[in-house]
């Protein structure tokens, strides 16, 4: 990444990046300790999706309700189910679930605090058109809920904010799929995600310098710009899908993001008069998860909106969610150093407080 401005007197320079006091001095809450804690948490969330009552018939099809930093397990699950499912996989992200659903449909509803109203609507829906519930949770009105009913519960950890949680949710929602036989055996698979995420810590850390630590040159990259993010495959979608979340959340700034080749009939129009000193543009390669023709079409796309030095991380080999897990170790780590290095605190998520309790205080429901 020849771009990367070796900036160290910058506010948000490698200076401040590379001084492990004054990044823990800007990052209270801890994100990125939460980030480099993900390998571990994967293998907690094994323990607890196989101590669950998870197996049950192949259903007609998966639906997977959940918003924000929940409802992304949804979108893992149909990036992996894509290409070995012999059922549909839809991720919902709203109160209303599609007519379809009934007692053929296996209903997974995640929700890290359990208290998201749109998610226990859809799972109010969901019960009474006979869809079968496995709910994901650490706790709230969706445990209640799912207990009252003896649907099966997976209880995840609790104490994190839902996008830090990120292993913890999907790894019982790809269980949950997993024991009715809409995923092959993952047991393995986890484990190579875990390894590959303690991996990505070790290189990505806040020990890591500047000079060393792609996700740090990634953050100076994209201080006071918008970041513009490709993911290829589905597996790359998702992780594209996810470093915009996390750059609104984590970084309290505006992404564009979208999948490739998708983005190739569209998105690349805003970019007709090139990226401009204002956007930076970001690839999230998962070759194998790729077409044939998809590097030539990256390529030509590069070529015509004159990208010559984009930021770009490539998924790696092995099995679908080690691919992912390396993409989404990217996304999170730069996306925590871009806050720091813009000032912000990286935890707290005050604007999505505000609209959640005006809502709740509307409606009367704590939620
Ligand atoms: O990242 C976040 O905090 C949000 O996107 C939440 O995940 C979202 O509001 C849904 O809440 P929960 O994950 O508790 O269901």
């Known amino acids: 990444m020849s771009g990367a401005p070796p900036d160290g007197s910058r506010p948000g320079g490698a200076s401040v990046l590379d001084d492990l006091r004054e990044l823990g001095r800007r990052d ?9 804690g993900a390998g571990g948490q994967a293998r907690v969330a094994l323990r607890a999706a196989q101590a669950a009552p998870l197996v049950g018939p192949l259903p007609e099809v998966v639906v997977v309700a959940g918003m924000g930093g929940s409802g992304i397990a949804g979108d893992v699950l149909a990036a992996l189910a894509f290409g070995v499912s012999s059922v549909p996989v839809l991720a919902v992200k709203g109160d209303r679930l599609p007519a379809f659903v009934g007692p053929g449909t296996l209903l997974l509803a995640v929700s890290y605090s359990g208290n998201t109203a749109e998610t226990l609507t859809a799972v109010e829906q969901g019960l009474a058109a006979g869809a079968r519930l496995v709910a994901v949770t650490s706790g709230g009105a969706l445990a209640e809920l799912a207990q009252s009913r003896g649907a099966p519960l997976v209880a995840v950890e609790g104490g994190r904010m839902p996008r830090a949680a990120l ?37 990505l850390g806040p020990a890591v310098e500047t000079a060393a630590n792609p996700a740090k040159q990634a953050a100076l990259r994209l201080l006071d710009r918008l970041p ?41 129009m805003g970019l007709e008069g090139g990226l401009g000193p204002g956007r930076e543009l970001v690839l999230l390669r998962d070759e194998v ?45 730069a996306s925590t ?31």
Request: proline share 7%; hydrophobic share 45%.
């Open 228 to 268: 513009v993010v490709w993911g290829s495959g589905p597996i790359g979608a998702v992780a594209a899908s996810r470093f915009r979340t996390q750059c609104n959340e984590n970084a309290k700034v505006s992404v564009v993001s979208g999948p490739l080749p998708e983005a190739n009939h569209n998105d690349v």
């Open 289 to 333: 998860g790729e077409h044939d023709r998809d590097g030539r079409r990256i390529q030509a796309v590069l070529k015509a909106i004159g990208a010559g030095d984009p930021v770009v991380r490539t998924a790696g080999k092995g099995p679908g969610l080690a691919r992912l897990a390396r993409l989404t170790a990217f996304a999170d780590f």
């Open 337 to 367: 150093y871009l806050g720091i290095g813009r000032g912000v605190d990286p935890t707290p998520i005050r604007t999505l407080d505000q609209v959640k309790a005006a809502l709740a205080t509307e409606s009367g429901a704590p939620r």
């Open 28 to 36: 209270p809450g801890d994100m990125l300790g939460e980030v480099a």
């Open 167 to 203: 292993w913890s949710l999907v790894v019982p929602v790809c269980s949950a799929a997993e024991a009715v036989g809409v995923l092959p055996p993952l047991t393995d698979e986890v484990c190579a995600a875990a390894d590959a995420l303690d991996e990505e810590a070790a290189a």
